[in-house]
């Protein structure tokens, strides 16, 4: 089914859909710019340049990003309370997952330090740069990572603060919780063994890549997302472990398969549309599933091309150093070769494949059905 959706043909019994409609982006941006106003106001009445920082954050979260956290805890409770529930209620909890999100990019823009994010400068480089051209003491770059890192705690709080005003009954709100507490610390988990794999890149194989994918990206941005939304339903006269159960195969397959085409665009994106430099995971020389590809497939020769010089590492400072451009592409093209890039095409179909074929017998309204069915496909068969 996965394949007549990509190669755009008819499939029975799910009409096409179009993607979510704009208006639920729309109405989450709103959730979140009311809230964030707020907090501007009041960090602004304690100090003006507190209020600096909070404008600063606010407009982190609102600099764009595809909302899919939001999307897909959204279809999740769509899929159990059917297409009249009215959706304000649950919109401040729809917004925390954004505001979650921004938390882990922000950090891990500081671990990776990456210059930009969405095509523009990012929370470090900010703040960086807002050091120096206030001509203040001290370094601007351990400023600027520091200002970020407490930019990350603050969306953290706030999301917790922002969940909180969603009108739920105790029984719900405790669900609710332990389903977005899972989240975060998967989240966390799998970050570490992200930046642990960078520190021993020769010991790591394509089973470790594909667990730190379950739980870096797998899990915050679809599996856990959609059972955020089963469990803002609350009771329902649907059957909930089976639907339960059907969002974790789904939401595993095709978390890992979005990770993967991530690995893709890391390696092989167009700046202009991804909004991060060219071959930036090959310039760190992360263990991605990708590169464990390559070298099962490589033949000796090929492995030897793909081996990373740890001498050629980024200077923390100022994000140079690194292997010269000409050996970034050189280890692209060493990777191609091998075929690594149609073997990760392959894991990405199978794993959308694998999440259609669990919907297809749960208990969900039929609209949510299709569009779950389709951001399979446009979440993992993207260009940036």
Not at 271 to 283: E, I
């Amino acid at each position: 089914m996965a394949n007549d959706i990509l190669e755009g043909k008819p499939h029975c019994g799910l009409p096409h859909q179009a993607p979510p409609a704009e208006g639920l982006v729309n109405a989450v941006e709103g959730t979140l710019a009311d809230f964030l106003a707020r907090q501007t106001t009041a960090l602004d009445a304690v100090d003006p340049e507190l209020g600096g920082f909070a404008r600063t954050t606010r407009d982190l979260v609102l600099a764009g990003g595809k909302r899919l956290r939001p999307t897909f805890a959204y279809w999740g409770w769509r899929g159990v309370v059917g297409p009249r529930e009215p959706v304000g209620p649950v919109l401040p909890a729809l917004g925390a997952l954004e505001l979650m999100h921004t938390f882990a990019l922000v950090h891990d823009d500081v671990m990776d330090e990456s210059a930009t994010r969405r095509g523009r400068p990012t929370a470090h480089r900010l703040f960086a740069a807002q050091h120096s051209s206030a001509g203040r003491l001290g370094d601007p770059e351990r400023f600027g990572s520091t200002s970020a890192i407490l930019v990350g705690d603050l969306c953290l709080v706030w999301a917790d603060q922002l969940l909180a005003q969603t009108a739920l009954t105790t029984t719900t709100l405790f669900a609710v919780r332990a389903c977005y507490d899972r989240m975060r610390i998967e989240a966390v988990a799998g970050q570490y063994l992200d930046v642990l794999g960078e520190t021993q890149p020769a010991s790591w194989s394509l089973d470790r890549a594909l667990l730190v994918a379950r739980h870096k990206t797998a899990s915050y941005t679809v599996q856990r997302p959609l059972q955020f939304g089963l469990a803002l339903a609350g009771a329902t006269r649907i059957d909930t472990e089976a639907v339960d159960a059907a969002y974790h195969r789904y939401g595993t397959a095709v978390g890992e398969a979005f990770q993967l085409r991530d690995d893709l665009l890391g390696a092989y994106g167009d700046p202009a549309v991804t909004g991060k430099p060219a071959g930036d995971d090959l310039r760190t020389g992360k263990p991605t599933a990708l590169l464990m590809l390559a070298r099962q497939l490589a033949t000796p020769a090929q492995r030897a091309e793909l081996e990373w010089d740890p001498a050629g590492a980024v200077i923390p400072a100022d994000g140079s150093g690194g292997p010269p451009v000409a050996e970034i592409e050189r280890r692209a093209r060493a990777i191609r070769a091998t075929g690594a890039v149609e073997a990760t095409e392959s894991l990405i179909l199978q794993r959308v494949e694998q999440g259609v074929a669990a919907l297809e017998a749960a208990p969900l309204d039929d609209h949510a059905r299709a569009v779950l069915t389709e951001l399979a496909v446009t979440a993992t068969h993207r260009p940036a």
